[in-house]
């Protein structure tokens, strides 16, 4: 092989890496043989030009350092789970890892935003459980701390779309409080607070988060952007039970976060490898149910 060619040959490589990134995305429990991921999350790192690796509910310490390493970012989905060990060992393992000069960023949706809170928080009781948001799109009540934003840049599309139009998807009854948030200082400490929200009570929550440095790059929503372009939640009479907003503005809103999360991992410099499965090869099949458009179900 020539010296032209062997270079360009590492070149390809290095490029085929950073433009195919791979998220680990954590499945849930869905009965005693099987975990689940919804589809929606697997389309919607797609869109971004990303691929899912799935985290398994109980993966040992081994198997959840294996993936850190072969995997650019992690995605917490929604659900309905409490916070596992390997969630856990995943947020240390980036700790250490931003503090070697690695970077690997995070993202958490609804449950997964609650995660977060309490991984970062050290307080498993930062989580309220009395919110009135089941199934109501709302336009997001912007904090200061948008001045300095990343994800919602102020002036920049992703804010005005989702400032100005009803289409951020929320279906939670817990979430943290604004002034519970705010009384925490490992929160204050380590994110910016971007939005808080009202719920149909009155009562006001957080909705989204950044962490303030950018080299730590953990970003988390209460509210759910991959339902925008990938739930319409049809029943048998095909009529939609969530309010999840499909208008051009809610489908760019989708788009524009997830190219934005997949943008950040492929600063990433961890490596796939290509010795464990993809989501999408690793499936044992699609299971359709009315609380996610398609679940993606695993043998545990």
């Known amino acids: 092989m020539s010296k032209f060619l062997a270079i360009s040959t590492i070149t390809t490589a290095m490029v085929s890496a950073a433009d195919r990134p791979v998220i680990a995305v954590m499945s849930h429990p869905y009965n005693a043989t099987h975990e689940y991921m919804a589809a929606s999350y697997v389309k919607y790192i797609e869109s971004g ?3 899912t690796l799935r985290v398994p509910f109980t993966a040992n310490s081994t198997q959840v350092e294996e993936i850190y390493k072969q995997t650019s970012g992690l995605l917490l989905m ?10 856990r060992d995943l947020y240390s393992l980036k700790l250490k890892g931003d503090s070697n000069g690695s970077f690997y960023p995070m ?13 970062v928080s050290e307080d ?26 990343r ?13 100005n139009y009803e289409i951020t998807m929320n279906m939670h009854a ?5 002034e519970d948030w705010l009384a925490n200082e490992h929160l204050t400490d380590t994110f910016n607070l971007i939005s808080t929200n009202d719920d149909l009570d009155g ?20 509210w759910h952007p991959e339902k925008n372009n990938f739930e319409y939640g049809a029943v048998d009479n095909d009529q939609a039970y969530l309010s999840t907003s499909h208008s051009a503005e809610a489908v760019r809103l989708s788009f524009e976060l997830a190219a934005f999360f997949v943008g950040e991992a492929r600063k990433s ?21 009315t609380s996610f458009e398609e679940r993606y179900v695993f043998l545990k």
Not at 78 to 87: C, I, K, R, V, W
Not at 207 to 215: L, P, Q
Not at 272 to 281: E, H
């Open 107 to 119: 993202w958490g949706t609804c449950l997964g935003f609650e995660w977060i809170n309490q991984l």
């Open 78 to 87: 929604g659900g309905s789970a409490t916070l596992p060990q390997a969630a």
């Open 269 to 289: 410099d961890h490596v796939f490898k290509g010795d464990l499965k993809l989501a999408i090869n690793e499936r044992t099949g699609v299971l359709e149910e």
């Open 151 to 163: 994800v919602m840049p102020e002036g920049g599309v992703q804010t005005d779309l989702a400032g």
């Open 203 to 222: 009562k006001n929550f957080v909705s989204t988060i950044e962490s303030k440095s950018a080299d730590k790059a953990i970003y988390a929503t209460q």
């Open 174 to 178: 817990h979430g943290v409080a604004t």
């Open 124 to 149: 498993d009781s930062i989580i309220d459980s009395k919110f009135n948001a089941e199934n109501i799109s709302l336009a997001l009540d912007f904090e200061d701390d948008i001045e300095d934003s």
């Open 49 to 51: 030009g990303g691929r």
